[in-house]
């Protein structure tokens, strides 16, 4: 069955499934494989930094072949765009379907993406940066609660979602934050939203970059073994402006050193070349695994094409179920 919405229509896809773009996670194959079965793959550049090992210019063209001929789009972290504008233009050269910004000021990168042809889609986490997003041109504005796994804010996704879609209309919307099955989509469509932007689930299929290990842990951790912290960006070196913090899974390192961060920036250059092998080795003590609140709902790892059929499918057996009962 095929769950027309606003958001499917004017991206032009069948299902109303967005892939969130993790940065480091969410490569082209995977981008590839959503886009495939009738979502929107969102591969994700994050800090468009080269020295993270993903996101340089050369990493998104690798990544873009790795879609296939599937149309897929980007996503970017809004205020590292701001330092690295040449990574926009990167993207754009190769004709994304859309491109994706969140946490900070679309105004100075919105025309570009609309004249390029890219539907421009922003993240945001309050009704003002919502009203701000959509004064900007945002073709689809994304409501993300606090649910989710890796950046956000403090809004829980079943308020901000309905909220946002008041204040934005008629611009279409999608929800994010916790969804993980179509449950969840269902729940999304029934607040109003043309789509669900789905992040922690898609990490744990097997096209998803990222360690085994950490896909392992994904799978058998729950929604209570996850904080939002400071403290894996502490570890990396990068200063994320207010109020934006990081949901992860817990692990020895964040019991280590959560709330600790001046303490973890004075340990310097050695602790963070650890880190950083920690997340190359991946020894789930230490390397972070960002993820949200749906991880009870994880307990596999599918191949993405048929675990987008399997969310449309939950989602229309949800939504007749919720129909029949109030016959």
Same mark, same amino acid.
């Given at each position: 069955?095929?769950?027309? %919405?606003?958001?499917?229509?004017?991206? &032009?896809?069948?299902?109303?499934?967005?892939?969130?773009?993790?940065?480091?996670?969410?490569?082209?194959?995977?981008?590839?494989?959503?886009?495939?079965?009738?979502?929107?793959?969102?591969?994700?550049?994050?800090?468009?930094?080269?020295?993270?090992?993903?996101?340089?210019?050369?990493?998104?063209?690798?990544?873009?072949? $790795?879609?296939?001929?599937?149309?897929?789009?980007?996503?970017?972290?809004?205020?590292?765009?701001?330092?690295r504008p040449q990574a926009l233009d990167a993207a754009l050269e190769l004709r994304p379907?859309? +491109?994706?910004?969140?946490? &900070?000021?679309?105004?100075?990168?919105? $025309?570009?993406?609309?004249?390029?042809?890219? +539907?421009?889609?922003?993240?945001?986490?309050?009704?003002?940066?919502?009203?701000?997003?959509?004064?900007? *041109?945002?073709?689809?504005?994304?409501?993300?609660?606090?649910?989710?796994?890796?950046?956000?804010?403090?809004?829980?996704?079943?308020?901000?979602?309905?909220?946002?879609?008041?204040?934005?209309?008629?611009?279409?919307?999608?929800?994010?934050?916790?969804?993980?099955?179509?449950?969840?989509?269902?729940?999304?469509?029934?607040?109003?939203?043309?789509?669900?932007?789905?992040?922690?689930?898609?990490?744990?299929?097997?096209?998803?970059? *990222?360690?085994?290990?950490?896909?392992?842990?994904?799978?058998?951790?729950?929604?209570?073994?996850?904080?939002?912290?400071? +403290?894996?960006?502490?570890?990396?070196?990068?200063?994320?402006?207010?109020?934006? %913090?990081?949901?992860?899974?817990?692990?020895?390192?964040?019991?280590?050193?959560?709330?600790?961060? /001046?303490?973890?920036?004075?340990?310097?250059?050695?602790?963070?070349e650890r880190f950083f092998a920690a997340q190359r080795d991946g020894d789930t003590d230490? $390397?972070?695994?960002? /993820?949200?609140?749906?991880l009870d709902l994880i307990a596999d790892r599918p191949r993405a094409g048929a675990l +987008?059929?399997?969310?449309?499918?939950?989602?229309?057996?949800?939504?007749? %179920?919720?129909?029949?009962?109030?016959?």
């Amino acid at each position: 069955m095929q769950l027309s %919405t606003a958001v499917t229509r004017l991206l &032009g896809i069948e299902h109303p499934i967005l892939l969130a773009p993790m940065g480091g996670v969410a490569g082209g194959a995977l981008a590839g494989a959503v886009s495939a079965a009738g979502g929107l793959g969102l591969i994700g550049a994050g800090y468009a930094d080269p020295a993270l090992g993903w996101g340089s210019d050369a990493w998104i063209r690798a990544e873009f072949d $790795a879609a296939g001929e599937s149309p897929v789009g980007i996503g970017f972290i809004t205020w590292a765009l701001d330092r690295r504008p040449q990574a926009l233009d990167a993207a754009l050269e190769l004709r994304p379907r859309a +491109v994706m910004l969140s946490f &900070g000021d679309v105004a100075p990168h919105a $025309a570009k993406i609309r004249d390029a042809g890219a +539907v421009l889609i922003c993240q945001v986490q309050t009704l003002k940066d919502a009203r701000e997003a959509a004064a900007n *041109g945002a073709e689809i504005v994304v409501a993300q609660g606090t649910e989710a796994g890796g950046h956000g804010a403090d809004r829980a996704t079943l308020p901000l979602v309905p909220a946002v879609i008041d204040a934005v209309a008629p611009t279409p919307v999608a929800a994010a934050g916790g969804i993980a099955d179509g449950r969840g989509l269902a729940a999304a469509l029934t607040l109003g939203a043309g789509a669900a932007l789905i992040g922690t689930r898609f990490w744990a299929t097997e096209e998803a970059l *990222g360690h085994p290990n950490q896909k392992a842990l994904i799978a058998r951790a729950g929604g209570d073994d996850t904080l939002r912290t400071r +403290v894996f960006d502490t570890a990396r070196g990068i200063v994320w402006p207010e109020p934006y %913090t990081g949901r992860a899974i817990r692990n020895a390192f964040s019991e280590t050193w959560h709330g600790r961060d /001046a303490a973890l920036r004075a340990e310097g250059a050695a602790l963070r070349e650890r880190f950083f092998a920690a997340q190359r080795d991946g020894d789930t003590d230490v $390397a972070v695994t960002f /993820a949200g609140e749906g991880l009870d709902l994880i307990a596999d790892r599918p191949r993405a094409g048929a675990l +987008v059929g399997r969310i449309v499918d939950e989602a229309v057996a949800a939504l007749g %179920t919720a129909a029949d009962s109030l016959r």
